[in-house]
Antibody, heavy 116, light 107 residues
Framework: QLVQSGAEVKKPGASVKVSCKAS????????MHWVRQAPGQSLEWMGW????????RLSQKFQGRVALTRDTSASTAYMELSSLRSDDTAVYYC???????????WGQGTMVTVSS | DIQMTQSPSSLSASVGDRLTIACQAS??????LNWYQQKPGKPPKLLIS???NLEPGVPSRFSGSGSGTDFTFTISNLQPEDIATYYC?????????FGPGTKLDLQ
């Protein structure tokens, strides 16, 4: 399963770091993806990190603002989003893919609210 | 980026109904198409991968088909617990993209 950190409230311009702790499988054998969902909206893929070597691939939309990292000793992945804006208000999910980037395990979601 | 569209955007149906949701990709994606069910306040749940492969434990009343740009998702014999929003997702190219969703409710 994937267990994420708790809800955050941030001011515009700040940064937020969300954690995702994995258990029940080999963390280094799978990538970890990050997907967000603004209130009432669809799902938006942000990027992934290779659990083994730490390589990352980000959606162009988030390049320069998102950093994906992981701590293999803690089986935990992190997503840090900087220069927050009000339209970053969303639930942020981590998700583990099976083949063909189909996400079979999701974290419970972390609500990030950006408000002055 | 590959754009995904879904129709209808919302659907009212009755218990026992058979219903179909369409998903279209802006370019060919072979069979790299996944379907999810999402209930309020919960993360999505994977129902179907590779356009037609039912995930373990998912009831057989759910099915998917299609290839290329046009896909369908069907629920036969609708049950009350199927009330949710359904999303398609293409896995052929990065960035991965999702459809806008189809919200299903009971008539």
């Amino acid at each position: 399963q994937l267990v994420q950190s708790g809800a955050e409230v941030k001011k515009p311009g700040a940064s937020v770091k969300v954690s995702c702790k994995a258990s029940g499988y080999s963390f280094t054998s799978y990538p970890m993806h990050w997907v967000r969902q603004a209130p009432g909206q669809s799902l938006e893929w942000m990027g992934w990190i290779n659990g083994g070597n730490g390589n990352t691939r980000l959606s162009q939309k988030f390049q320069g603002r998102v950093a994906l990292t992981r701590d293999t000793s803690a089986s935990t992945a992190y997503m840090e989003l900087s220069s927050l804006r009000s339209d970053d208000t969303a639930v942020y999910y981590c998700a583990r893919p099976i083949f063909n980037d189909a996400f079979d395990i999701w974290g419970q979601g972390t609500m990030v609210t950006v408000s002055s | 980026d590959i754009q995904m569209t879904q129709s209808p955007s919302s659907l009212s149906a009755s218990v026992g109904d058979r219903l179909t949701i369409a998903c279209q990709a802006s370019q060919g994606i072979s069979n790299c198409l996944n379907w999810y069910q999402q209930k309020p306040g919960k993360p999505p749940k994977l129902l179907i991968s590779d356009a037609s492969n039912l995930e373990p434990g998912v009831p057989s009343r759910f099915s998917g088909s299609g290839s290329g740009t046009d896909f369908t998702f069907t629920i036969s014999n609708l049950q009350p617990e199927d009330i949710a929003t359904y999303y398609c997702q293409q896995c052929a190219n990065l960035p991965l993209t999702f459809g806008p969703g189809t919200k299903l409710d009971l008539q």
